[in-house]
């Protein structure tokens, strides 16, 4: 199971759900701790804006991130959740999420797991750069980002609510 959270309910999160596992996509990541329950080895942090394109000053999604997102979720072996987080729990822990369930499940359609997203989350938005990227390395042709059209904007809020996706 993944689970998506702000850096505000992280801690209750992880403590909740009992996860191994935690992924860090955020820019301040000087601003995470990470749970006492989660091993260093467990969790990947890495550090970007939510944008979607190159901006000056900023880091904007690249691929070589999602690659590192796509292959510490193939790592996990699943006996636990993971947490994936941002810092509002709507774009790019959503994102992130949603490339880790279309990895796990190729044979799903990426529509299918996006309509998944949206019932479990009305404010979630992924960030589409980092949906082309997984989209390109998944060998998805568009299929990811056409899923993302189809589900929409997300309702517009400061902080998502945690929310869950089930890989089965």
């Known amino acids: 199971m993944l689970h998506v959270c ?16 935690v992924i860090t996509v955020m820019a301040d990541v000087g601003k ?4 006492p329950s989660i091993q260093e080895a467990n969790h990947l942090v890495i550090s970007m804006d939510d944008i979607i394109a190159e901006a000056e000053g900023f880091t904007a999604p690249a691929l070589d991130h999602v690659e590192r ?15 994936i987080h941002c810092y509002a729990g709507i774009s790019r822990s ?3 999420a949603f490339a880790i ?13 996006a309509r998944c997203i949206r019932d479990a989350s009305p404010s979630a938005y992924p ?9 390109k390395l998944l060998g998805r042709n ?6 993302l059209d189809e589900i929409g904007p997300g309702n517009m809020t400061i902080e998502g609510r945690p929310f869950c996706i089930d890989l089965d």
Not at 6 to 21: E, F, I, K, M
Not at 69 to 83: E, T
Not at 107 to 112: D, I, K
């Open 142 to 147: 568009g299929r990811m980002i056409r899923a």
């Open 94 to 96: 959503t994102a992130s």
């Open 127 to 135: 960030n589409r750069l980092i949906v082309t990227h997984a989209d």
């Open 6 to 21: 702000s850096l505000a309910h992280l801690p209750g999160t992880v403590q909740t759900t009992g996860a191994s596992h």
């Open 101 to 113: 369930a279309c990895a796990l499940n190729p044979g799903r359609s990426e529509s299918q797991i």
């Open 32 to 35: 995470v701790q990470r749970p």
């Open 69 to 83: 997102v796509l292959d510490f979720g193939r790592s996990w072996n699943r006996a636990a959740p993971m947490v």
